[in-house]
């Protein structure tokens, strides 16, 4: 619709304002000397004429407008977050949005923006003034007519003045809830990230209840083990002392019992993700006797922040004797009774680099060594030319746990070792730089010698001369063992034919025998990101078993994988709830918490009027509860005035906005009656002048 304006008086001027004004100066002087001099009468008439010309030169017009009127905007954000789902909330939430759609839509020149507002990202918890702003960010702040929230009153982006909402309309809150209502929820008020493997971690957890007893059992597990419940007070933090008994991922699951009629559940349970680490890896490293590969290993484990290193070199070998005093032959004595017996269990891996069985050790040490390995311990035999001998270690004790045997046999040859097939599904030697890909050979540069063996037991990962097994791993009860059937690794060190991978090769198979979770052959693994859950199966199976999958309310799914690459497979699958989810293929288990530990939607899930009471009362509006009859108050258009709110009723302020379509003028001072003025105000004053002289 198209209505005509009330014509205003415009000016188009002719001169430049700046000379407008200096001729009216003048005008008015000139005036004021011809009242002096003549009369009264005499100045009147000249100013009016003077007053006509720079009129005239002013140039008015009547403007009249052609204007479209605008509608008005008001934008109803429906908040549809976690806690509106709580008892009756939602329900609410759905009559009152459509009982405002109705009003609204009922009343003239008003346009309706409907919006709905999830949870934040992220557990960011309840963001609804800045889905206003984006809902308004093509509207003028003058057409803006109001803004109603429906919702809890639990938002977490409320701004800090009125300024910040970008309009002066009136803003309104309807708020869905009871005014009494119940729950009982569990926060982690101390929730370390990391914790020693071997050692407790404290944690403070705090139990926060409305309408409870004032105590509540709490449960605590770890990775799905029960590890035991407390009563606990509400209302203040209990210290719980928690065992940390692996390396990785230590997920703890506290949950506390539910309270009788209270909002949800979902709040009664806290999930904290502990990394464990290893406060020192001790490594003890013993060469047999000097030799150009011994600075490689030393140089690797020393490089290694998180490795506490203990090295011994053998310079000189019992059966070199030529009288030199005892106590010459070594600045310190070689602490084989500290070493092996009292403090063998200090180690995480024990490293024999070319050692050979020369008496040093007495045959004791050997079976603790063994033992050691049994109850849990790692070892590394990096084998040279004594391991064919009769001073070979595989003649003692150890020989009982090794994954092969000496055959006597040494290749003196030029090889370069390869990964075998099973080698490229382990996570130790899979993805080595520059290996072999599909249709290409490894660029590693060769190898010298190989010591020949008896494979009886563990897996082959890397093959050498003649396709002769160069790397074995092995697992004997519960601990770890590596045979490396070469002392030429460093020849990859020092750059030889272009060199190798030794810093990857030789640093992931001492963590591997530490027990690196990311270097686990067979691991299960999951990880949540951005709404899905990732899932990782490494295993040296050719397929993996499908994944049970329970969400935290119970349901499961089976979840099948897809290969990635040799050894390793993935799925991902949408994740629709907040919590701790359960991975299990019938051998490996795993867990997962999606979303933040503590949400903050579900930190506080009381209804609550007080906190958009001070912004509402700012810009004239209110904020009410519609948990009453009638639901929804009476909606009014209101012209004029600072409040927009009654008993019964909330306004909204139109502000008459349009668009101009066209526009009319009609000039004042062009023309033939204007020059008919100008001429007779000057005759008026030329007549009076005139009779005044004749008198």
Known sequence: MIADAFPTLGFSPLLPPAVLAGLAVAALAVCIAAAIRRGL???????????????????????????????????????????????????????????????????????????????????????????????????PAERVAGAILITDGVVHDIPASVNALGFTAPLHALVTGERQERDRRVALVDAPRFGIVGRSQTIRV??????????????????????GSVQAPAGRPAPLSIPIE???????????????????????????????????????????????GERTWRNLLKSDA????????????????????????????FPTRALFQERIQDFDL??????????????????????????????????????????????????????????????????RPHVTATGGRHPVTRDLPGGASAGTQASWGTWLRQIGAHVHGGETLMDGADN???????????????????????????????????????????????????????????????????????????????VTLTAPDGQTQTVTLTPVKPGLFSATVENRQLGLYRLTDGTLSAFVNAGPDNPRELTDVFSDTQRLTPLAQATGGSVRRVDGAPAVPRIELVHAGSTFAGDNWIGLRPSGSAIVRGVREFPLGIGLAGLALLIWAVLAAWIMESRRRKA
């Open 468 to 546: 002769l097994p160069l790397l074995i791993l092995s697992r004997h009860k519960r601990g770890r063992i590596a045979l490396l059937l070469s002392d030429h690794a460093w020849l990859w060190a020092r750059g030889f034919q272009g060199g190798g991978p030794h810093v990857d090769l030789l640093r992931r198979l001492s963590h591997w025998l530490m027990r690196e979770p990311a270097l686990e052959e067979e691991a299960l693994r999951a990880t949540a990101h951005d709404g899905f859950i990732a899932i990782e199966r490494q295993t040296m199976a050719d397929a993996p078993a499908p």
């Open 246 to 292: 692996h390396p990785g991922p230590n997920v703890l699951e506290l949950e506390v019992e539910p309270l009788d009629g209270e909002l949800t559940a979902a709040n009664n349970r806290a999930v904290l993700t502990i990394e464990g680490v290893r406060d020192k890896l001790r490594v003890l490293l013993v060469s047999g006797e000097p030799h150009p």
């Open 206 to 227: 705090l139990i926060d209840e409305r309408g409870g007893p004032g105590t509540a059992r709490l449960t605590v597990r770890r990775d799905g083990t029960l590890l």
């Open 41 to 139: 009468w005499s100045g009147l008439l000249r100013g009016v004429a003077m007053a006509l010309l720079i009129g005239a030169l002013a140039n008015p017009a009547l403007v009249s407008e052609e204007r479209e009127p605008l509608n008005d905007i008001v934008v109803a954000v429906t908040d549809r977050s976690a806690s509106q789902k709580l008892g009756p909330r939602e329900a609410q939430t759905t009559a009152v949005s459509e009982a405002v759609a109705r009003q609204i839509g009922a009343l003239p020149g008003i346009e309706l923006r409907r919006i709905e507002v999830a949870e934040g990202e992220g557990g960011d918890g309840t963001r609804l003034f800045g889905a206003l702003s984006r809902a308004l960010a093509d509207v």
């Open 350 to 415: 024990i490293i024999f680099d070319r050692y050979a069985n020369l008496t040093v050790l007495p045959p004791i040490y050997y079976d603790n060594i063994a033992d050691y390995v049994r109850q849990g311990g790692a070892l590394l035999l990096a084998a040279g030319p004594e391991f064919s001998g009769a001073s070979s270690v595989a003649r003692t004790s150890l020989g009982a746990i090794l994954p092969a045997t000496p055959d006597g046999r040494i290749h003196e040859t030029d090889f």
């Open 306 to 333: 998180n490795v506490d290193l203990v090295h011994f070199t053998i310079l000189r070998p019992p059966e070199k004797q030529d009288g030199t005093p005892i106590n010459e032959l070594s600045l310190i004595a």
